[in-house]
């Protein structure tokens, strides 16, 4: 805190008995004086408005003014005396005590000086903006924003405030919401003083977002700690929807490292429902919000555009690192942001330290693993990566809450800032709206629960009482099974784990699971990223239909491309966008590691049960040895369908600057073949070569390992794909349940094949490594891969970690002579 004499707008007083202060005039240095929100915001206006981040304008009263109040009212006493029994387990007694300490508050007169500096304040923002201007009222506790407790959400924000009457009175609303039961309850959990926190008040010009959106910034990922990623939350109207969860909003990520350089990485742009926004009420019946449904239109567009996105995403990044240079350490930030629909400009109203992830320790892995399942009952966005189970308890109403007993799962349509008290008794909370910006979703985290939110209908599908799972270990999608799932929790020292020679890679089908694997997994790399898992699952339609969709019969499937594709003017760039968002994801995920994606594999059968694919299929008796891999590329019958593949793969290159991406041509029967597809991936802009492009081929026919050399003079490395070898070697149809019991990589016919590849591809000098689960399900395989000199084994996450070790000790005890 600044202990000097100054001079400030309403006169000279000293800086720490200053009864009101301009936000210019206050920064990080002062939160002792005017609370962690008004100092932050008066440290965004005097460091970062000059690097062009906007920041409506206003002043603070300041936490003196607060205690002026209480000294001057004599309310003290009176408050010490009600929380002489406060008991925040019994929710009756919270409540009781909450409220007459708000009554107390809110009776008081607030001193003669101080209502007549508040009154100039507001009088000169009305002199800059126009008469009677609307304005935030935002309560800012002294113990707010602190890098280690999120008291954010606490205490009251008053929006739309008019007039100087209606100013006043929000202000000593503000002063009553520092004893709110969550408020309450929060400082004893946390060990605060009640009287050893005051609180000041921010008057803050209006952004007219109501006029068109609003929402949250992370510039970390909130559920991994994956520190290269901003996430970015948007609704229509008035930010309290988002905040609150009261909306699903749209999500849109982008890649910190490359935005850096001057690309455009927006990984990801996800529409949220949208289906209400809070604007103003024009003087309806004395309300000055209100909340209404939102168009067709409204909800099926996105908030911001790529340009919006951007800028948004360069102020987190300004802001992130401003914070981590005053503060000496990376202190990854929690940020609001609105739309101004007049001016249509950005602002920032409000950036705070992220206060979850950045306290989680690095050291120790857990991990959760489901080994059992259960019906479905519904899913939605996952928090968290752990297991809740219990009692479901459907709490539609506040007056609900009190019948909550700890241990149960808490399922409701949302969450409220006043509910903290009863949500940390929770073993999982499921609730209808919101998303991972969302009131529930914080807590959450910081509780260290899981929960599920943005379900859509999870009271109505969940019983009450019933015995269920709340599932947030299996990805980016979070599901609640009926009844007690069983389940494995696990726990490795990451700074035991040994980095051996032969690297380590993991196999990555899910973008959605890419940042916490990422984080979560010591790992040299991807090394099998499968572009059909992304087509199958995020696209979920064949190319060709939507190149030819006017050609497709009339009829449900039609209908349902149709919808899919509605917000684009040309359909197939639908499977482009899709498919640059799921490779970017996880190529950003591993950044700059290698990330080795391969082209896509489909079989015939399963192209045919992508919407739309029947029509451009043929029917094959054995679709494992037909039409498959690399013999379509250049095929008339799917040439253009290939050239939209090419063309997600350059975006997420050249556009996005993520150069760490490998390509991987799969079946690729003869050396002919291979050099046609070089070709077909140069005549698209994909040279081998260019801007760092490696392009590397499967081994997983015997003619792979045969004319080896052949292969090496036209691809920069190999992995071997022991699945298809192992079929090819023995004669094995793999699908075959006839023949399952043959199949077995270690058989002597198979590891001469895998040893005759890696000693001539290691003669020619190119690299070579396997994707595959034998290495970690046998560790005599492991060892003899690794004493043939293989480079690196691309395994399923779950066994990366044990064959790791397995790995690391075999090279000690080959150095050793052991």
Same mark, same amino acid.
């Given at each position: 805190? %600044?202990?000097?004499?100054?001079? $400030?707008?309403?006169?000279?007083?000293?800086?720490?008995?200053?009864?009101?202060?301009?936000?210019?005039?206050?920064? /990080?240095?002062?939160?002792?004086?005017?609370?962690?929100? $008004?100092?932050?915001?008066?440290?965004?206006? @005097?460091?970062?408005?000059?690097?062009?981040?906007?920041?409506?304008?206003?002043?603070?009263?300041?936490?003196?003014?607060?205690?002026?109040?209480?000294?001057?009212?004599?309310?003290?006493?009176? /408050?010490?005396?009600?929380?002489a029994?406060?008991?925040?387990?019994?929710?009756?007694?919270?409540?009781?005590?909450?409220?007459?300490?708000?009554?107390?508050?809110?009776?008081?007169?607030?001193?003669?000086?101080?209502?007549?500096?508040?009154? &100039?304040?507001?009088?000169?923002?009305?002199?800059?903006?126009?008469?009677?201007?609307?304005?935030?009222?935002?309560?800012?506790?002294?113990a707010?924003?602190?890098?280690?407790?999120?008291?954010?959400?606490?205490?009251?924000?008053?929006?739309?405030?008019?007039?100087?009457?209606?100013?006043?009175?929000?202000?000593?609303?503000?002063?009553?919401?520092?004893?709110?039961?969550?408020?309450?309850?929060?400082?004893?959990?946390?060990?605060?003083?009640?009287?050893?926190?005051? =609180?000041?008040?921010? %008057?803050?010009?209006?952004?007219?977002?109501?006029?068109?959106?609003?929402?949250?910034?992370?510039?970390?990922?909130?559920?991994?700690?994956?520190?290269?990623?901003? =996430?970015?939350?948007?609704?229509?109207?008035?930010?309290?929807?988002?905040v609150?969860?009261?909306?699903?909003?749209?999500?849109?990520?982008?890649?910190?490292?490359?935005?850096?350089?001057g690309?455009?990485?927006?990984?990801?742009?996800?529409?949220?429902?949208?289906?209400?926004k809070?604007v103003?009420?024009?003087?309806?019946?004395?309300?000055v919000?209100?909340?209404?449904?939102?168009?067709?239109?409204?909800?099926?567009?996105l908030?911001?555009?790529?340009?919006?996105?951007?800028?948004?995403?360069?102020?987190?990044? #300004?802001?992130?690192?401003?914070?981590? @240079?005053?503060?000496?350490?990376?202190?990854?930030?929690?940020?609001?942001?609105?739309?101004?629909?007049?001016?249509?400009?950005?602002?920032?109203?409000?950036?705070r330290?992220?206060?979850?992830?950045?306290?989680?320790?690095?050291?120790?892995?857990?991990?959760?693993?489901?080994?059992?399942?259960?019906p /479905?009952?519904?899913?939605?966005?996952?928090?968290?990566?752990?297991?809740?189970?219990?009692?479901?308890?459907?709490?539609l109403?506040?007056?609900?809450?009190?019948?909550?007993?700890?241990?149960?799962?808490?399922?409701?349509?949302r969450?409220?800032?006043?509910?903290? +008290?009863?949500?940390?008794?929770?073993?999982?909370?499921?609730?209808?709206?919101?998303?991972?910006?969302?009131? &529930?979703?914080?807590?959450?985290?910081?509780?260290?629960?899981?929960?599920?939110?943005?379900?859509?209908?999870?009271?109505?599908?969940?019983?009450?009482?019933?015995?269920?799972?709340?599932?947030?270990?299996?990805?980016?999608?979070?599901?609640?099974?009926?009844?007690?799932?069983?389940?494995?929790?696990?726990?490795?020292?990451?700074?035991?784990?040994? @980095?051996?020679?032969? @690297?380590?890679? /993991?196999?990555?089908?899910?973008?959605?699971?890419?940042?916490r694997l990422?984080?979560?997994?010591?790992?040299?790399?991807?090394?099998?990223?499968?572009?059909?898992?992304?087509?199958?699952?995020?696209?979920?339609?064949?190319?060709?239909?939507?190149?030819?969709?006017?050609?497709?019969?009339?009829?449900?499937?039609?209908?349902?491309?149709?919808?899919?594709?509605?917000?684009? +003017?040309?359909? *197939?760039? *639908?499977?482009?966008?899709? #498919?640059?968002?799921?490779?970017?994801?996880?190529?950003?995920?591993?950044?700059?590691?290698?990330?080795?994606?391969?082209?896509?594999?489909?079989?015939?059968?399963?192209?045919?049960?992508?919407?739309?694919g029947?029509?451009?299929?043929?029917?094959?008796?054995? +679709?494992?040895?037909?039409?498959?891999?690399?013999?379509?590329?250049?095929?008339?019958?799917?040439?253009?369908?290939?050239?939209?593949?090419?063309?997600?793969?350059?975006?997420?290159?050249?556009?996005?600057?993520?150069?760490n991406?490998?390509?991987?041509?799969?079946?690729?029967?003869?050396?002919?073949?291979?050099?046609?597809v070089?070709?077909?991936?140069?005549?698209?802009?994909?040279?081998?070569?260019?801007?760092?492009?490696?392009?590397?081929?499967?081994?997983?026919?015997?003619?792979?390992?045969?004319l080896?050399?052949?292969?090496?003079?036209i691809?920069?490395?190999?992995?071997?794909?022991?699945?298809d #070898?192992?079929?090819?070697?023995?004669?094995?149809?793999?699908?075959?349940?006839?023949?399952?019991?043959?199949f077995?990589?270690?058989?002597?016919?198979?590891?001469?094949?895998?040893?005759?590849?890696?000693?001539?591809?290691?003669?020619?000098?190119?690299?070579?490594?396997?994707?595959?689960?034998?290495?970690?399900d046998?560790?005599?395989?492991a060892?003899?891969?690794?004493?043939?000199?293989?480079?690196?084994?691309s395994?399923?996450?779950?066994?990366?970690v044990?064959?790791?070790?397995?790995?690391?000790?075999?090279?000690?005890?080959?150095?050793?002579?052991a």
């Amino acid at each position: 805190m %600044v202990q000097t004499k100054r001079q $400030n707008a309403f006169g000279p007083l000293p800086r720490e008995r200053a009864l009101v202060l301009w936000l210019d005039e206050v920064g /990080l240095g002062d939160i002792e004086v005017v609370g962690g929100k $008004n100092a932050s915001l008066g440290e965004l206006i @005097r460091q970062l408005t000059p690097k062009g981040i906007r920041v409506p304008e206003g002043f603070a009263i300041t936490a003196f003014a607060y205690q002026n109040f209480i000294h001057f009212n004599r309310l003290e006493a009176k /408050l010490r005396a009600l929380f002489a029994d406060l008991d925040i387990e019994d929710l009756a007694n919270l409540h009781e005590r909450g409220e007459k300490a708000r009554a107390l508050i809110q009776a008081g007169a607030l001193p003669i000086d101080l209502e007549a500096q508040i009154r &100039a304040g507001y009088r000169r923002l009305c002199e800059q903006y126009g008469v009677d201007t609307d304005v935030a009222v935002r309560s800012s506790a002294t113990a707010e924003d602190l890098p280690d407790a999120s008291f954010a959400g606490q205490q009251e924000s008053y929006l739309n405030i008019q007039g100087e009457e209606a100013v006043i009175a929000a202000v000593r609303r503000c002063y009553a919401s520092l004893f709110t039961d969550r408020a309450i309850s929060y400082r004893q959990l946390k060990g605060f003083d009640h009287f050893a926190v005051s =609180l000041s008040v921010c %008057v803050q010009k209006m952004v007219r977002s109501d006029l068109a959106g609003s929402g949250v910034i992370f510039s970390i990922d909130p559920e991994s700690g994956f520190e290269n990623a901003v =996430l970015i939350s948007a609704g229509w109207g008035l930010g309290e929807m988002v905040v609150q969860g009261a909306i699903n909003p749209d999500e849109y990520i982008v890649f910190k490292p490359t935005l850096d350089q001057g690309f455009q990485p927006i990984l990801v742009k996800r529409p949220g429902s949208k289906e209400r926004k809070l604007v103003y009420a024009d003087g309806d019946e004395g309300s000055v919000l209100l909340t209404v449904p939102t168009t067709a239109t409204e909800q099926s567009a996105l908030v911001l555009d790529d340009e919006e996105i951007v800028q948004l995403a360069r102020w987190a990044m #300004l802001i992130e690192q401003h914070y981590g @240079r005053v503060r000496g350490v990376p202190t990854p930030m929690d940020i609001e942001w609105a739309k101004d629909g007049n001016s249509g400009e950005l602002f920032i109203v409000q950036a705070r330290p992220e206060t979850v992830q950045s306290q989680k320790s690095s050291q120790t892995l857990i991990t959760y693993r489901l080994t059992g399942r259960g019906p /479905l009952l519904v899913s939605g966005r996952g928090v968290g990566e752990a297991v809740g189970r219990g009692k479901a308890r459907i709490v539609l109403t506040p007056d609900q809450l009190e019948s909550f007993e700890t241990g149960e799962v808490l399922v409701t349509d949302r969450t409220d800032p006043d509910w903290e +008290p009863v949500m940390k008794k929770a073993s999982a909370i499921v609730t209808n709206q919101g998303g991972r910006t969302c009131h &529930a979703a914080i807590i959450a985290r910081e509780l260290g629960i899981p929960a599920i939110v943005g379900t859509g209908d999870a009271t109505s599908r969940i019983d009450e009482g019933q015995q269920i799972t709340v599932a947030c270990c299996e990805g980016d999608e979070g599901h609640v099974y009926a009844g007690l799932v069983p389940f494995e929790r696990s726990e490795v020292a990451l700074q035991t784990l040994p @980095r051996p020679r032969t @690297r380590i890679l /993991l196999n990555v089908g899910n973008p959605s699971e890419a940042f916490r694997l990422a984080t979560a997994f010591p790992n040299d790399g991807v090394g099998l990223a499968r572009l059909e898992f992304i087509i199958a699952n995020q696209i979920q339609v064949h190319p060709l239909a939507l190149l030819h969709f006017d050609e497709l019969p009339e009829g449900e499937e039609k209908a349902q491309l149709a919808a899919l594709t509605a917000s684009y +003017p040309h359909r *197939y760039d *639908y499977f482009v966008d899709r #498919l640059t968002q799921g490779v970017a994801t996880i190529a950003a995920a591993f950044y700059p590691k290698p990330v080795i994606v391969r082209l896509s594999d489909f079989k015939s059968n399963e192209y045919a049960d992508l919407l739309g694919g029947r029509s451009f299929e043929p029917v094959e008796e054995n +679709p494992m040895l037909g039409w498959r891999g690399a013999a379509r590329y250049g095929d008339a019958r799917f040439r253009a369908a290939f050239a939209l593949e090419c063309r997600a793969l350059k975006r997420v290159r050249d556009e996005m600057g993520l150069t760490n991406v490998v390509l991987m041509v799969p079946f690729c029967r003869t050396p002919e073949e291979g050099r046609s597809v070089i070709a077909q991936l140069a005549s698209h802009g994909l040279v081998r070569g260019e801007n760092g492009l490696e392009v590397y081929v499967m081994c997983e026919l015997p003619s792979n390992v045969i004319l080896a050399e052949q292969f090496a003079q036209i691809f920069d490395g190999f992995s071997i794909g022991s699945n298809d #070898l192992t079929q090819l070697t023995l004669g094995l149809d793999r699908d075959s349940a006839a023949v399952a019991a043959l199949f077995d990589e270690r058989h002597p016919a198979v590891k001469a094949m895998i040893a005759l590849a890696i000693t001539t591809v290691k003669k020619t000098g190119r690299k070579i490594g396997i994707c595959g689960q034998a290495p970690s399900d046998y560790p005599e395989f492991a060892r003899w891969l690794v004493e043939l000199g293989i480079d690196s084994m691309s395994l399923n996450p779950d066994a990366a970690v044990r064959t790791r070790l397995v790995v690391a000790a075999i090279e000690a005890e080959m150095t050793t002579g052991a």
